[in-house]
Every structure is written in structure tokens, then in C-alpha cells.
């Protein structure tokens, strides 16, 4: 039989024993282990880590939203506070702008008394000879315009005082405003970010979120900043009452010092009319008297001329120089020596008649001064009615003191019981 045989041919490859294949499946199997084992704790810790991250991150998102609830309940409450300064501050700036206004009113109102006293001196200046005089009228005049000058300066100091007052607020209300309007501002800014979650579709990545934003501060300068504002607010509503007070206390004691005042004028002025109507019923009584003895002694020298005209040349000049010599007027009528010598001439001419012929001459010489002096008596009568006149129109013209806003009130009365009261004169009025 024939014998068949088959050629074999190994790869040029190295072979490894039975052992090394035994060994290598146990390797295989170990690092298959070892990589099941690594999978399921990376699996455990990822599983681990998405739990930590996501309540940490869900805790982060809920820490972040009470810090910004707080913030903004912060912001309300100071918002809250700074606003009710701002209120303050408006319903002083009303008040206190009221109060100016009618301090300014009452201001621009004292150019009418001061124009009207000055009128009235002017007409008083106006009276004549004697009866210019500094009587307590005047005098109380001049103390009227002096308290209406001293009014006028102290609401002036006190309006400059409000003014200023009014701009420090008014800057002080700016800055309130402002932070309110900031803190309002904010307010909404953090409620669209409380707003926001993960789901909003208006969120993006941020180049450099965290970074300090320009011209920011740190909590603590900015709390100390509302507490600033608000003691500001305080610092400037703390005068403001005062100032207030002090404006009214001011117009009203204005008003009293001047109502007081043209009170006292008045009562002067009627006081000085009812006087000088006085003097003038005295006067016309003085010369109607006057009046009567003139013609009494003009009588007495007709007679005594009567019993003198058979005289001679001679004691007829004498008389002649005297009787002309007698008509000198004021102080130069006077017994000088020439008047001696020729009342020595006519005793020596006329022995017998010379008491007769001095009292013709002393009844000449006292009916020239009773004469002289109802001529004085007219005049003085004429200047006190013209000055009569003029009080009584510096008294009508003061009625212009009572009109008006600040003016005080009476009560209207006829012209005739208005003048019987100007001059006092209810008293000599005849009853029936």
C-alpha cells in the first residue's frame, strides 16, 4: 500500500506556549474586570456628581433669588423711608414758598403807607408861620415811616433768609428725587433678573459677568450713602418749622408795630386839630373882644381930639409928633428920649392940659397896638385854619392807610359825625 504524507508550513511567527495562552486569557479577563469596575464607579460618581451639582446648583439659584428678594424688599423699605422725607420736604417747600409769599405780599403792601406818610408830610410841611412846628403829630409821623422802614428791612432779611432756605431744599429734594428714582430703577432691574430662570430665552454666556462694573461701590458705601440722604433730609427739615414761624411771628408783629403806630399818629393828629380848633374858637373870641375895644377907644380919642382942636400951631405940632411917631410899628415903638422931650414941650406948653394930651397919646399908642396886634390875631387865625385844613386833609388822606389786603377795617360814618369826631367839638354842640 502506498503511504500518502502531508507537508505542513508554519507562519514565521513566534508561538507562544499553552501556558502564556492561559495566562493571557486571565489577563484579558482581569483587565475586563477592572475596566467594568472603573466604568460603574465612574457611573456612581457621575450619577454622584449630578446630584451634588444639581442640588448645588438649584441651592445656589435659591440663595441667589432670596438675596435678590431681599435686596429688593431693602430697597423698598428705603425706598419706603427716603420717600416719606421727600413728602416732607415737598409739603415744606409748599408751606414754607406760601409763607414767602405772603411775607413778599405784605412787603410790596408797605410801598402804599410809606408813599402815603410821605404825602403827609409834605402837606404838612405846607402850613404857614407859627404853625410850623415839631408838635408830637409830626413827631409820630416820622416814628410811623421810621417802623415801616424797620418792617420793610426785617421781611426783607426774612424773605432772604426763606429763599435760601427754599434753594437748599429744592437741592435737597433733587438729590431725594434722584435716589428714589435710582432705587426705583433698581427695584425693577432686580425683579426682571428674579424673573429670569433657566428656561428664559433672553439668557446667553457674558464675557466677563463677574468683573466690577464701572464706577460701582461696595455695599457698605452705599448704605452709608441712604443713611446720609436721609439725615440731610432731616438736617434741613429740622429749621424749616422755625423759619416758618418766623415769617409769620414777623408779619404779624410788622403788623402790630404799624397798626399801633398809626394808631398813636392818628390819635396825635386829631389830638393837634382838636388843639389848634381850640386856639382858633380862642382867637376869634380874642378879636371879636379886640374888635370892640378898638372901637371903644377909637371912640375916646374922637372925643378927646374934639376937646383939642382950639389949641395953638405950636401945641398942635407937638401933637402932630406924636401922633406920627406913634404910628411906628413893632419894636420901634418905643418911649425913646424924643418922645420924652416932646411930651416935656407940650407940659410946657399946655400946663394946664398935658395929663389930658398923654392919655390922647397913651389911648393912640394902645389903639395902634390893639391894632398891630388884630392884625397878628388875622393872621394867626388864617395860618391855623390853613393849618386846620391841612391836618384834616392829612387825616382824610390817611384813610388810604385802612383800605386794602394788610389795611385795618372801620366802619364808615357820615362826613358831619366824622368831623364833630376830628375835632372834638360834640361837647360845645347845642342840644335841644
Not at 142 to 170: F, G, P, S, T, Y
Not at 289 to 313: F, G, V, Y
Not at 323 to 329: G, V
Not at 338 to 347: N, S, Y
Amino acid at each position: 500500500m502506498a503511504f500518502r504524507s502531508v507537508v505542513t508550513m508554519e507562519k514565521p511567527l513566534q508561538h507562544i506556549s499553552l501556558t502564556d495562552w492561559y495566562a493571557r486569557v486571565n489577563q484579558m479577563r482581569n483587565v475586563a474586570d477592572a475596566r467594568r469596575s472603573d466604568a460603574f464607579a465612574i457611573r456612581h460618581s457621575s450619577r454622584s456628581l449630578r446630584n451634588e451639582t444639581r442640588i448645588e446648583g438649584d441651592w445656589a439659584n435659591y440663595e441667589t433669588n432670596e438675596a435678590l428678594t431681599d435686596r429688593i424688599s431693602e430697597l423698598n423699605r428705603w425706598r419706603d423711608i427716603i420717600s416719606k422725607s421727600f413728602e416732607k420736604i415737598e409739603r415744606e417747600i409748599f408751606m414754607l414758598q406760601e409763607e414767602k409769599n405772603a411775607t413778599e405780599r405784605e412787603l410790596e403792601a408797605l410801598a402804599g403807607p410809606i408813599s402815603v406818610i410821605a404825602e403827609c408830610l409834605t402837606i404838612r410841611d405846607g402850613r404857614l408861620g407859627s404853625e410850623i412846628t415839631y408838635d408830637e403829630a409830626d413827631t409820630e409821623i416820622k416814628n410811623e415811616l421810621v417802623v415801616l422802614e424797620n418792617n420793610q428791612r426785617l421781611l426783607a432779611d426774612r424773605c432772604q433768609k426763606a429763599w435760601e432756605k427754599l434753594n437748599r431744599l429744592e437741592e435737597v429734594r433733587f438729590k431725594i428725587g434722584l435716589e428714589i428714582e435710582f432705587k426705583v430703577e433698581a427695584v425693577q432691574l432686580d425683579n426682571s433678573q428674579l424673573a429670569l430662570d433657566r428656561n428664559s430665552a433672553n439668557i446667553s454666556y457674558k464675557p466677563d459677568p463677574t468683573r466690577n462694573p464701572k464706577n460701582s461701590c461696595s455695599y457698605e458705601s452705599w448704605l452709608e450713602n441712604v443713611k446720609n440722604i436721609k439725615l440731610l433730609a432731616e438736617n434741613e427739615l429740622a429749621d424749616t418749622y422755625a423759619i416758618r414761624e418766623a415769617l409769620f411771628v414777623c408779619r404779624e408783629k410788622a403788623r402790630n408795630m404799624l397798626q399801633s403806630q398809626q394808631e398813636r399818629a392818628e390819635h396825635t393828629i386829631r389830638k393837634r386839630i382838636f388843639e389848634t380848633q381850640r386856639a382858633r374858637n380862642e382867637l376869634e373870641w380874642q378879636q371879636l373882644k379886640m374888635k370892640e375895644e378898638m372901637e371903644k377907644a377909637m371912640c375916646e380919642i374922637r372925643t378927646s381930639e374934639n376937646a383939642l382942636r382950639d389949641k395953638t400951631d405950636a401945641l398942635k405940632l407937638a401933637e402932630t409928633r406924636l401922633e406920627n411917631r406913634a404910628q411906628r410899628s413893632g419894636m420901634e415903638l418905643c418911649m425913646d428920649q424924643a418922645h420924652d422931650m416932646l411930651c416935656l414941650e407940650v407940659e410946657k406948653l399946655r400946663e394946664i392940659r398935658r395929663r389930658l394930651q398923654v392919655k390922647i397919646d397913651e389911648s393912640k399908642t394902645n389903639f395902634s397896638l390893639l391894632e398891630e396886634h388884630g392884625k397878628r390875631i388875622d393872621v394867626d387865625l388864617e395860618n391855623k385854619q390853613h393849618s386846620l385844613m391841612t391836618d384834616i386833609r392829612a387825616l382824610d388822606l390817611r384813610m388810604r392807610l385802612r383800605g386794602g389786603e394788610f389795611g385795618s377795617k372801620v366802619a364808615n360814618a357820615s362826613q358831619t359825625d366824622r368831623n364833630i369826631t376830628l375835632t372834638r367839638m360834640e361837647n360845645e354842640i347845642p342840644k335841644d
